[in-house]
């Protein structure tokens, strides 16, 4: 089956106390990002770039310990490509005649 193109962001904010927690973005159990979170009150926008054949993925943000930190990840949505959202982490890429 062929590849589709896929542009997803998503919303994300981070609580913290002391040291800069780093945390962690996986699609299904690929590992796509690692960040050290260096903001003051502002959030970002986190823009996921995946090409994978048609199915379901799983995006997960995890902090990495030790952590003072609540990470906040909202608005998850395709920017690009023939998928969908479902819930609030679960993407589905669609075949390009869906």
């Known amino acids: 089956?062929?590849?589709e193109f896929v542009r997803v962001i998503a919303t994300v904010d981070c609580k913290w106390e002391g040291l800069p927690p780093t945390y962690r973005v996986f699609v299904n159990d690929e590992l796509?990002?690692?960040r050290t979170?260096?903001?003051?009150?502002?959030?970002?926008?986190?823009?996921?770039?995946?090409?994978?054949?048609?199915?379901?993925?799983?995006?997960?943000?995890?902090l990495v310990?030790?952590?003072?930190?609540?990470?906040?990840?909202?608005?998850?949505?395709?920017?690009q490509g023939n998928a969908?959202?479902?819930?609030?982490?679960?993407?589905r890429i669609h075949h390009e005649s869906q």
């Not at 310990?65 to 920017?79: G, K, R, S, T, Y």
């Open 65 to 79: 310990p030790p952590h003072l930190a609540d990470l906040i990840v909202q608005n998850l949505h395709v920017e």
């Open 32 to 34: 796509f990002a690692e």
């Open 84 to 91: 969908s959202v479902k819930g609030q982490l679960l993407l």
């Open 1 to 3: 089956m062929n590849k």
């Open 37 to 62: 979170w260096t903001w003051t009150d502002s959030y970002i926008e986190e823009l996921l770039q995946i090409e994978a054949e048609p199915g379901k993925y799983h995006i997960r943000y995890e």
